[in-house]
């Protein structure tokens, strides 16, 4: 291995800017490779953007923290709301985490504000080559580098040597395809709808971060930094609805107004459907090659993990390629980060969102009211609560997956 050849990072979504950033930041080349172009980088769907404290530590260490705080929202609560009584079960507040953490709550702070924050840092990082509009298309490996494949901005085929290729192209990675790696679990059969509405829900007693069980209809709500502000509501759709009937604003506002039990006219700012999937690869790490984030493990958003979750992929391995780049660890350091990032996707990331889930959707009322006791009395203990938070907001995914070797 050439000590000159960079790291290649394909993505520059949350994850692969992290990582670009954190290496760069321990002296090591990048060249990050991003299939969008400058002029549409910031046209994507509105997708994850609850920033757990874990997380935010992450992003004040790349000095990309300070320049989220501005354009988000604190949030230290959040809610638990049984929708068929209409009544609040449980408030949660990280308050309780203040001698834990320097971030003692949520960020909510969209996935588009938090890679346009990155990459502006990424760009000005001058061991961070990034290349946008450049099309990774597929790798070969040896003992000694990494050849990576791209069609580039020019519309060239262009092979980039690297010392490491890190997968960070999201769920559809072409690096887990081309490795023949599992993608293992299962996708939901129902899809999500997100409405999108510029309407203030404290007004009816909600806080910023809302996740309300129903037998019916689950769904979570939340408040994103304006202007105008907005609020992102998700309810679960029969797989064969139909998308365009879904998507009327006649079906929207009905939606809204049933949810809410009132009648009024909402300022409906957007939507979209998305199917979920829980999946994780069977392996992180061929050789050379190496998955993070949604290339590596896809969960549903309810508990908001998928990015954070990612993001802390990025950290433990930047620190871990950065010490073998430096001599002061051996390769084998990749395979412990597959042991501890694969065992957090599973163990935590997984296994929580689906617990997530099953709480909202449960359908027996025994099992609804023994649910709703146990967050009660979670939430009424501060002892309890402040345990219940330690592993919401990551803290214990990390600490366990430290004593991993
Ligand atoms: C509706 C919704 C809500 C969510 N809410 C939350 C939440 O609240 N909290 C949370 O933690 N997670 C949430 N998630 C999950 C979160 O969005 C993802 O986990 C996160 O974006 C993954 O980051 P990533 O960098 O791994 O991949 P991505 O964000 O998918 O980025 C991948 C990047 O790679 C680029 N790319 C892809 N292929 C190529 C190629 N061939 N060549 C070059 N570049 C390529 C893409 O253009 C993109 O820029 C949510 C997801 C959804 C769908």
Request: aromatic share 8%; net charge negative; proline share 4%.
């Amino acid at each position: 291995m050439s000590k000159s050849d960079p790291i290649v990072v394909v993505g520059a979504g949350p994850v692969g800017l992290c990582l670009a950033l954190a290496l760069a930041q321990q002296d090591v080349s990048v060249v990050l490779v991003e299939s969008m172009t400058d002029e549409n980088f910031l046209d994507q769907v509105p997708r994850a953007g609850s920033n757990h404290p874990t997380t935010l530590e992450f992003f004040d260490r790349i000095g990309l923290y300070d320049r989220m705080e501005p354009r988000g929202l604190i949030a230290p609560k959040f809610h638990y709301w049984d929708r068929q009584d209409n009544a609040l079960i449980a408030e949660f507040d990280h308050a309780l985490l203040k001698d834990d953490t320097k971030f003692p709550f949520v960020l909510q702070c969209e996935r588009i504000k938090i890679i346009e924050e990155a990459l502006k840092l990424a760009k000005a990082h001058p061991l961070i080559d990034v290349r946008m509009a450049t099309e990774f298309l597929g790798f070969t490996q040896n003992a000694d580098a990494v050849l990576v494949q791209v069609k580039n901005a020019a519309g060239d085929a262009e092979t980039i040597r690297g010392c490491y290729l890190v997968s960070a192209e999201g769920a559809r990675s072409i690096a887990r395809k081309d490795l023949n790696l599992e993608f293992e679990g299962f996708t939901y059969p129902e899809r999500t709808i997100n409405i999108e509405v510029a309407y203030d829900f404290r007004k009816h007693g909600y806080t910023e971060r809302n996740y309300i069980s129903d037998p019916v209809e689950y769904s979570n709500l939340f408040h994103w930094k304006g202007p105008p502000d907005r609020w992102r509501i998700h309810f679960p759709t029969n797989i064969d609805d139909d998308e365009n009937e879904l998507k009327r604003p006649e079906a929207l506002q009905k939606r809204l107004q049933q949810f809410l039990g009132i009648d009024h006219e909402f300022e409906i700012c957007g939507c979209n459907l998305y199917t979920v999937h829980q999946r994780v690869a069977a392996k992180f790490r061929v050789g050379r090659v190496v998955l993070a984030g949604d290339s590596a493990h896809v969960n549903s958003p309810i508990g908001g993990m998928g990015l954070n979750s990612g993001v802390h992929d990025a950290f433990n391995l930047a620190d871990k390629l950065a010490r073998i780049l430096h001599g002061s660890a051996d390769d084998a350091e990749l395979d412990r980060y597959e042991r501890q990032r694969r065992h957090v996707a599973v163990q935590h990331t997984q296994a929580g969102t689906i617990r997530n889930k099953r709480l909202l959707e449960e359908r027996d009322p025994a099992v609804r009211k023994r649910n709703h006791d146990e967050l009660r009395r979670q939430a009424e203990d501060p002892a309890l609560a402040r345990k219940f938070l330690l592993r919401t907001a990551l803290f214990d995914s990390l600490r366990e997956a430290e004593q991993i070797l």
